[in-house]
């Protein structure tokens, strides 16, 4: 790619970016939900794992995971999947977001490609759930307390071919919303399936035998596997550098896979023409 | 480099109509087509504005998808600037300002400067030259003491001006315009016109579609008129009116009116017809006279009749209209 291209493609990213966190903070009750939600959802299953502890120990728990901080599994698990729904969301809700507004057909006929026009919408996504998980985080550790290695860093570095991965994800989401004209319904469906069968709130190993062998074969499973067994030391499911391996050649084949789904529906799109529907 | 700004040929299409057919005892689906473009073919010249004139789901929205890369063709070509649209689509999005139908095709949560500077980044101007673009617009366009106001509070007739603003903002050589009067005032209406019309004094080549003839006769150097995805005519509009051979119609009004008037106007030659009418509620003579060699015989006319002693208050000269030109074509009126 020619460095002219390159420098365009980054400042319409910027662009896009900065548009969003404009329209994002035009909504200000947004921001604000942004923060309560996790903790609204985590508060239950945490008390509900407290009731099962024996001597404060979460014994079974224990058994299959090798911690028995649940809270500490709990929220890298949490922090995972919002940056799991924050690509998905980001790539697909607002596709349907342009699409309701109506703003969809004009920013198609800007001479931005569609993958870059994609990538835009997904990067303040992730950076506004980078300051929420860390906010959340924070409450959190102040709330219930847990308990986190040093390993902060080979986690990040551990998730990064993972966040890319599912870049390629969302293409394929932003893909299905495009088809469907339906966001919430795609996206909440494999958001909940992805991050439920990958073990974002347990142990997979507890999973029947046919649903484990689905979820063993999701790179994400690995994503939450490596990043706990690094910051908790827990039992990972395959040694750590196996996961590592996988979840990189996840991001090449994710990514190549979610951008040829992306060009087929393009392509799609314009020949059935829905999307000025709105 | 190719003569024409936008080359169509052959241009056709044909969307799937899924249609289920649901019994007690059976379902099953039927797929039909529905053919809104159909074969069509033409030519528009470099800094010329040709309007595309027909009914509503004549084909002209679906016409202007395809040249500006929104819809992929079933089959045929099209050219822009000598590049085809299928291949190049970028490049040609560079060249082309699109504003279609409708009035959001801007974020209305972000002020208008704000939409200006997003889509100027979009078509990678930014920075100092994009600024004072934006400014320029915003001045041209009568919004700059509003510019940053969000444009959910802008009226209707602001809004297709900042969307018409953010169409010129890449400064493209071709500006394809969708209805872009449909649902505006007749005060922003006329406006945006005089405003399109700038457009081609600055060398800008227009494509725009619209079912309001008058507004297609006065801005358009050519029309093709479209009707059930076919073009039924295209050419300037003066011929289109005088392929009609229709007479002229002058219309007065009048103080009084007699038969005797009435039969020293028919000796003149080249009226075909006059119908009187005595308004009752205003007090005032409605005489229409036909005519068919044009322009010559309204002096003749007006002499007589004033030689008579009769009062002219008013008179009118009516052409046909491209409406009679559709109805001559199509058998049905363009608002049918």
Known sequence: MKWQKLKFYMTTIWAITIKDIKIFFRYPINAIFRIVEPIMWITPVYFLAKSFQIGGENIGFKLFSGTSDYMAFLIIGSIIASFVSAILWGMGFSLKNEMDSGVLESNWLTPVPLLVQMIGRSIFSVIITLINSLIVAFLVWLIFGFEIGNGIVSAVITLFPMLIALYGIGFGIASLVLITNNANNVIDITNYLLNSISGNRFPVEILPRVILAVSLALPLTYGFDSVRGILLETNTLLPLYQEQLILVLFMFVGTAIGYFILNKVEKYCKTIGNIGHY | ?336
């Open chain 2, 1 to 336: 480099m190719s003569h024409y700004a936008i080359e169509v040929q052959d241009l056709k299409k044909e969307f799937a109509i899924k249609k289920k057919n649901v019994s007690f005892w059976k379902r099953r689906k039927e797929n039909k087509s529905f053919v809104a473009v159909n074969d069509i073919s033409f030519n528009v010249n470099k800094g010329e504005i040709f309007g595309f004139l027909g009914p509503n789901g004549a084909g002209k929205t679906t016409t202007i998808k395809m040249i500006s890369t929104l819809l992929r063709p079933t089959c045929g070509k099209i050219l822009i600037n000598g590049l085809d649209v299928q291949k190049n689509s970028m490049e040609i999005l560079k060249n082309l300002g699109t504003v279609l139908a409708g009035e959001r095709s801007i974020y209305w949560k972000l002020t208008g400067r704000e939409n200006l500077k997003y889509f100027a980044a979009m078509n990678g101007i930014t920075g100092k030259k994009a600024k004072e673009k934006i400014d320029y617009l915003l001045k041209r366009f009568s919004l700059d003491k509003r510019a940053d106001e969000t444009v959910e509070k802008y009226s209707t007739g602001m809004k297709q001006r900042i969307a018409l603003a953010k169409a010129l903002v890449a400064d493209p050589p071709i500006v394809i315009l969708d209805e872009p009067t449909s649902g505006l005032d007749p005060q922003s209406a006329r406006n945006l016109r005089e405003i399109i019309l700038e457009f081609k004094e600055e060398g800008r080549t227009i494509l725009l579609t619209t079912h309001y003839m008058e507004e297609a006769d006065q801005l358009s150097d050519r029309i093709a008129i479209i009707d059930h995805g076919e073009i039924i005519a295209l050419d300037t509009p003066k011929n289109l009116k005088r392929s009609l051979n229709k007479s002229n119609t002058i219309t007065f009004e009048l103080n009084r009116w007699n038969d005797v008037i009435e039969k020293e106007l028919q000796q003149i030659k080249s009226i075909e017809n006059i119908n009187s009418y005595f308004d009752e509620n205003n007090r005032k003579w409605e005489v229409k006279v036909q005519i068919n060699n044009g322009n010559e015989t309204i002096n003749n006319l007006i002499t007589t009749i004033t030689n008579s002693n009769i009062k002219i208050n008013n008179f009118k000269f009516e052409e046909p209209t491209l409406e009679d030109v559709f109805i001559n074509l199509t058998g049905k009126s363009l608002r049918e």
